[in-house]
């Protein structure tokens, strides 16, 4: 496994390979504005490689009230987190603006992973850059901008 | 020999008879060696500063026993806890595995063991063993999860009181103990520190908690809060 290097601003590079690797097994899905992605609860079926537009995040109270706290764009993977820790989603995904997903189902990611562990790698960097983009949110959303 | 704050220091990673029950820790004996030979162990007390956000990533720090507090800062000085990282918890590994500064800040809240893994050695630690590379993950995505409830708590909560009511019923989930009289509670956060983890002044917390006493919900001895009337928390929490 290599541990990719990044670019001068810092953020991750996924390497042509790893971006080849995922397109392959990928089915392009086409999502209209307000189409649902999946729901808060399910159980994940698999990951959604972002290539256009933009995704919200909703998450629901008990009485049914739902807002968008957090938006995915592209570059981004939906439901990764889930199909890693096998838990079910915490929030819904609904397109906020057409946008275009790559599919993979969860089964045949994992089989990716074990064919080319070097994936693992891209995987652990979307996961702190998610992890960063929480803590973002969090400031936002107690007025801490920074 | 008494160690050093009482703590039940475990110095063999392969020895620690905690070790299956931790996401990270719980890894394959020649994994668990390699680990041994890069981290070093060290004992915090209370109030000790492990990293600071903004910093360059030194390491990482893995919570053998103890707690600390996650937190971030804005530029006028208000602090939000992001986090109370538990035993087996790793502290710092997204900005360690990024390259970029430390995004939060932790501080030790109860003398703590860690283990400190240098930033080249955890990351050539990772390249050579896949299983610690799937635990990291595994570790990374409990982290994503635990700080989207935290989203879902800030930006669904009606009221102050239920951000409390909230934190309190999760409190009672992860450490009350049930007792005839109610759900017991060691609260080792002053006032500050849980105004800190539910975005409000200090001020607010204590006029909350002595409104809840007033109204029955909860007693308060030192640092022991006792819990008397769970249903009237659920019924505060929308979220």
């Keep these: 496994m290599t541990v990719e290097t990044q670019t001068e601003t810092g953020s991750p590079v996924i390497s042509e390979s790893v971006i080849r690797a995922l397109s392959r097994f990928e089915k392009a899905e086409g999502w209209p504005t307000g189409s649902i992605l999946f729901r808060e609860g399910e159980q994940p079926r698999g990951v959604y490689i972002i290539h256009s537009g933009e995704i919200d995040q909703l998450f629901s109270s008990r009485t049914g009230q739902a807002k968008p706290l957090l938006v995915a764009g592209p570059g981004q993977i939906l439901g990764l987190s889930c199909v890693v820790s096998g838990k079910a989603h915490n929030c819904s995904a609904t397109a906020r603006t057409p946008s275009v997903t790559g599919f993979i189902d969860r089964d045949r990611f994992t089989s990716l992973l074990e064919e080319q562990p070097a994936l693992w790698w891209s995987i652990l960097q979307m996961l702190s850059t998610d992890i960063n983009s929480c803590y973002d949110c969090m400031r936002t959303l107690t007025h801490m901008g920074r | ?239």
């Design chain 2, 1 to 239: 020999m008494p160690s050093p704050y009482n703590l039940e220091v475990e110095y063999n990673c392969n020895e620690c008879s905690v070790r299956a029950e931790r996401l990270f820790c719980n890894m394959n004996e020649p994994v668990v060696r390699a680990l041994d030979g890069v981290k070093f162990t060290s004992l915090y007390p209370k109030g000790s500063l492990l990293f600071v956000e903004g910093e360059d990533p030194r390491g990482v720090f893995i919570l053998c026993s103890g707690r600390a507090k996650l937190t971030t800062s804005s530029t006028e000085g208000k602090t939000l806890i992001v986090k109370i990282a538990e035993p087996g918890e790793v502290l710092g590994a997204s900005a360690t595995i990024l390259g970029r500064p430390y995004e939060v800040s932790a501080e030790t809240i109860e003398p703590s063991q860690l283990n400190f893994i240098k930033r080249d050695d955890f990351l050539k630690f990772l390249n050579t063993h896949l299983e610690a590379c799937m635990h990291t993950a595994q570790q990374l995505s409990e982290k994503y999860h635990s700080a989207q409830r935290e989203i879902r708590s800030l930006g669904l909560s009606q009221t102050t009181a239920e951000k409390l009511a909230r934190l309190l019923l999760d409190w009672c989930v992860n450490d009350g103990e049930a007792t005839p009289k109610g759900m017991r509670l060691k609260v080792l956060l002053t006032h500050e520190e849980i105004a800190q983890m539910i975005g409000t002044t200090r001020e607010t917390v204590t006029r909350l908690l002595s409104d809840f006493k007033r109204r029955k919900i909860i007693d308060v001895k030192g640092s022991t809060l006792l819990v008397t009337n769970r249903d009237d928390l659920e019924a505060m929490v929308s979220v």
